[in-house]
């Protein structure tokens, strides 16, 4: 056993960790330190979104790996801000800075499910058992429900017993369609998730 004092171990690790940095860098730090890296996100697919979060709408750009070959799942790896989008100019809230989470959460709901009266528990359907379900009982809804004439004879064409309420996510075209659907089926109840 060799006695020492601390200044030689010192010496004596500070000499080693020097020696195998130089060995890992094939002792030459300059052409090791000067080689260019890969931007990250320079293989992956840019798409344009806006948070589903709340009535602001920011604009978002998700990056995601996959080519979108035939048996490849496309996998978001990144989230930020749209510095184009003119609502938030690339800025996001604490919710929108953490949507990765959101999306890769095990919870997030990935189908429709349906709960019938009285069960506890809750069934997965397909898109369109779901789209075609939602459309029965409005359709159903509407012939049982909707007013053509008032006691007095005027005409009113209305629904009363269903209400919208629309996305505020959606853009100002998307809106103004949404109006014009709810309102052509006579539905008065009629608001926005922005004004909530």
């Known amino acids: 056993m060799v006695n020492m004092n601390r200044r030689q171990f010192f010496k004596m690790t500070g000499a080693t960790l020097a020696g195998s940095s130089l060995a890992l860098l094939g002792a030459?730090?300059?052409?090791?330190?000067?080689?260019?890296?890969?931007?990250?996100?320079?293989?992956?697919?840019?798409?344009?979104?806006?948070?589903?979060?709340?009535?602001?709408?920011?604009?978002?750009?998700?990056?995601?790996?996959?080519?979108?070959?035939?048996?490849?799942?496309?996998?978001?790896?990144h989230i930020e801000g749209d510095p184009d989008h003119p609502v938030n100019r690339g800025t996001l809230c604490p919710k929108g800075a953490g949507l990765i989470d959101f999306i890769h959460s095990p919870n997030r709901l990935m189908y429709p499910e349906y709960r019938a009266p009285g069960s506890d528990k809750w069934t997965r359907m397909s898109w369109d058992e779901a789209l075609g379900r939602i459309a029965t009982l409005l359709k159903q809804d509407r012939d049982a429900n909707f007013v053509d004439k008032t006691a007095d004879g005027k005409t009113v064409n209305r629904w009363l017993t269903t209400g919208m309420l629309a996305?505020?996510?959606?853009?100002?075209?998307?809106?103004?369609?949404?109006?014009?659907?709810?309102?052509?089926?006579?539905?008065?109840?009629?608001?926005?998730q922005a004004r909530v």
Do not use: W
């Open 28 to 77: 030459a730090p300059g052409a090791a330190l000067a080689e260019v890296r890969q931007y990250k996100l320079t293989r992956m697919t840019e798409t344009r979104n806006t948070c589903p979060y709340c009535s602001v709408a920011c604009g978002i750009l998700m990056y995601g790996l996959g080519d979108r070959d035939k048996n490849v799942v496309a996998n978001i790896q």
């Open 167 to 192: 996305a505020s996510a959606s853009s100002n075209e998307v809106g103004y369609l949404t109006h014009k659907v709810v309102r052509s089926l006579g539905v008065l109840a009629f608001d926005n």
